[in-house]
């Protein structure tokens, strides 16, 4: 019954190709759609235009099972029964607000081709109230298809297992017919024991957001106890650690550093901010306010080491920059902290090298008057200061021994907290953190 499903994904960037070949790999025949020719070339090719671990592979396969095709031509959707539309929703370049341009024009675009009976699902992070007006406009253009909001909580380089194993799924819906075709396509899912949970649309679409904003909140939380342990001669990986044995608390996304960036969390707090203001809430979301200037802020205080360390004036100082990510196992650079400081610290005239295992291309592209380095010890040769900054697993296996010949001086500061401070300091290294004042 379940396999009969016919499914569409409208968008083809991080979060449509995962769902798409995710689905795929349930047994779902997926037609997959996406306006840029040339994104849809690679994909039919099971080529995958960014890199997310054992995305390729899962892709590569499911292409070859002959359930997923993608296509440039949105009549290909006809047939489905459900539609989920995954197109960014990018935050405006003239206001903290989300641009719609791309669900409004994925509504409109597949409107005519919708079947009678169509469901369709939004998964796109969108401001609450979204989904109603969708509605209203799916009525008049589409009045034989139902609108539904389900959300998506995957996390960049767990992809795959976040959306086969997710720790919960969320449904938005208007009736029991369509909360019973969303049970249809997630059934191996939910039979995995996964929690289900059923909401009007304007809660689940504020699931999303709800949770993006804790996460940020708890982040800005410890960065913020950073500062204080700094200025109190405290140690805010001892802090984090005791604090996170209260299970109330949790010991996760406690990791104090230089912040959290990406697509996701920057701008989803601040689209929030910028709805709440509409609907007249927005003294209930100002803290926010706050968890985006300390995450900022954490960027500045990196900067503020490196300053005490090589003196005010940074000109041809050379600075060696291991991370340009925003987090490791993703090549994804929006918004990223490593970028950003690496940028400023550019501008501030020093001479920086950056290195990242997967993110210079996309850096490249950003910001071609940065140096980028393939190889992890060109970009460490005669650095008078490295710092590290984002979190790959070939920067902590890194050996301080080693690399201490390489190196003009000695100076290793952790934006993330995650060296071995003692391993760096037997070596001889001076080694420094954000949130641990010696
Ligand atoms: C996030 C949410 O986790 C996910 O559920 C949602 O669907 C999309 O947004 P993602 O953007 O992939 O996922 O990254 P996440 O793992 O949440 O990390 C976000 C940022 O916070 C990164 O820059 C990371 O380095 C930073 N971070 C995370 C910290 O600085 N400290 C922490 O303790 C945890």
């Known amino acids: 019954m379940a396999m009969n499903l016919q499914l569409s994904v409208i968008g083809c960037g991080y979060l449509g190709v995962t769902h798409a070949a995710c689905m795929s790999s349930l047994g779902f025949n997926v037609v997959g759609v996406e306006t840029d020719a040339r994104k849809v070339a690679m994909l039919q090719k099971g080529e995958l235009p960014f890199y997310e671990p054992g995305l ?217 901010m910028a709805r709440a203001e509409e609907l007249g809430a927005k003294q209930a979301l100002e803290f926010l306010r706050e968890v985006d200037a300390i995450n900022l802020r954490a960027r500045l205080r990196v900067i503020e080491v490196v300053r005490s360390e090589l003196g005010r004036d940074l000109t041809a100082r050379k600075i060696a920059i291991l991370g340009t990510t925003f987090k490791p196992d993703s090549d994804d650079v929006r918004d990223s902290p490593a970028l950003d400081i690496a940028v400023q610290l550019h501008r501030a005239g020093a001479q920086v090298l950056v290195h990242d295992p997967k993110g210079i291309k996309p850096a490249k592209a950003r910001f071609p008057e940065l140096n980028f380095e393939e190889d992890v010890y060109t970009t460490l040769k005669d650095a008078e200061l490295t710092l590290h900054l984002t979190e790959w697993k070939e920067y902590r296996a890194l050996d301080p021994v080693e690399i201490a010949s390489i190196v003009k001086d000695k100076i290793m500061i952790d934006g993330r907290n995650l060296l071995n401070r003692e391993l760096w300091r037997a070596a001889g290294w001076k080694f420094r953190a954000l949130g641990r004042s010696d």
Request: with cysteine; charged share 20%.
């Open 56 to 272: 390729d592979t899962l892709l590569a396969q499911e292409i070859a099972s002959g359930r997923l095709t993608f296509t440039t031509d949105v009549s290909a959707i006809k047939d489905a029964d459900l539609h989920f539309i995954c197109v960014g929703t990018p935050q405006r370049s003239d206001s903290f607000a989300a641009d719609l341009t791309y669900v409004d024009s994925a509504i409109e675009a597949i409107a005519p081709h919708l079947k009678p009976g169509a469901l369709v699902a939004g998964k796109s992070t969108v401001p609450v109230g979204t989904a109603q007006r969708l509605r209203e406009r799916l009525a008049v253009t589409a009045p034989q298809a139902e609108l539904a909001w389900n959300p998506e909580f995957l996390r960049e380089g767990f992809a795959v297992e976040d959306t086969l194993r997710p720790n919960r799924l969320v449904v938005g819906v208007t009736s029991d017919r369509a909360e019973e075709i969303l049970k249809q396509a997630y059934e191996p899912v939910i039979a995995l024991g996964t929690p289900w949970i059923r909401a009007d649309l304007p809660t689940a679409e504020l699931v999303k957001v709800a949770a993006n904003s804790f996460l940020a909140t708890k982040i800005s939380f410890i960065n913020a106890m950073a500062e204080i342990c700094e200025a109190a001669d405290g140690d805010v990986t001892v802090l984090a650690q005791a604090i996170g044995y209260d299970p109330r608390i949790g010991n996760k996304f406690l990791q104090a550093g230089i912040g959290f960036g990406g697509g996701c969390l920057p701008k989803d707090i601040r689209a929030f």
